[in-house]
């Protein structure tokens, strides 16, 4: 069966840092990989996809990256945090056929201070 | 706007008794599916129930079902026999091209 790994499950770092969250799965091969926020009292946002390897679409412009080095491996980056980073960051992977559901991994609580 | 619309941000429920969550969204294709999310306090996001949109016959995963009215872009879900487990938010969402458009979720309380 197919699982999502996604760490660290708390992260509290200071404005200006760096930032890297990963993301695995097991069990697919070439699956759809996304990276969405969760801003608290509101739905999920997203932030980018990848359909394959080094293939990756940022849906808003701000202070994050993604990368993709290996099929099953995305990682959400930043090189400086801002306050507004803050946020829940969730990872999800899809079949990528049509109407295929995407299946979350258990997020990332990020605290920038 | 290609949006989803859930226009209860709360609903509570006596335990063992029915309750609808609605949902309300907006496209320009005409075959899209539509899904229900739970996120219970753990936060991680659990897949309920899919419903096609080219298909009438509306969705059922056990005590869960859908009410999919297609012509007026409603996707409501229904919990019977509602247990304390049920309680979370819940989120409707629609696909699109390569994503998932999600609502601002609706926050179900059960009471014992």
């Known amino acids: 069966s197919q699982t999502i790994h996604q760490w660290p499950a708390t992260l509290v770092q200071p404005v200006g840092s760096p930032l890297s969250l990963e993301c695995t799965v097991e069990g697919t091969s070439n699956p759809n990989l996304y990276w969405y926020r969760q801003a608290a009292g509101r739905g999920l946002q997203l932030l980018f996809y990848?359909?394959?390897?080094?293939?990756i679409s940022s849906e808003v412009p701000q202070n994050l990256s993604a990368s993709r080095p290996q099929d099953r491996q995305f990682i959400l980056s930043s090189k400086k945090l801002l306050l507004s980073d803050s946020g829940f960051y969730l990872c999800?992977?899809?079949?990528?056929?049509?109407?295929?559901?995407?299946?979350f991994g258990n997020g990332t609580r990020l605290t920038v201070t | 706007a290609q949006t989803v619309t859930q226009s209860q941000p709360e609903m509570s429920v006596q335990e063992a008794e029915t309750v609808t969550l609605s949902c309300t969204y907006d496209?320009?294709?005409?075959?899209?599916?539509l899904f229900w999310y739970k996120q219970p306090p753990s936060r991680q996001m659990i897949l309920v129930i899919r419903?096609?949109?080219?298909?009438?016959q509306n969705a059922t995963e056990n005590r869960f079902s859908v009410n999919f009215q297609k012509a007026a872009k409603s996707f409501s879900l229904k919990i019977s026999d509602s247990q304390l487990g049920d309680a979370a938010m819940y989120f409707c969402a629609r696909t699109g091209a390569n994503n998932l458009f999600f609502g601002t979720g609706t926050r179900l309380t059960v009471i014992p």
């Open positions: 990848s359909v394959g390897i080094g293939q």
């Open positions: 999800a992977w899809s079949a990528g056929t049509t109407g295929s559901p995407l299946h």
């Open positions: 496209t320009s294709e005409s075959d899209y599916y």
């Open positions: 419903q096609e949109a080219y298909k009438q």
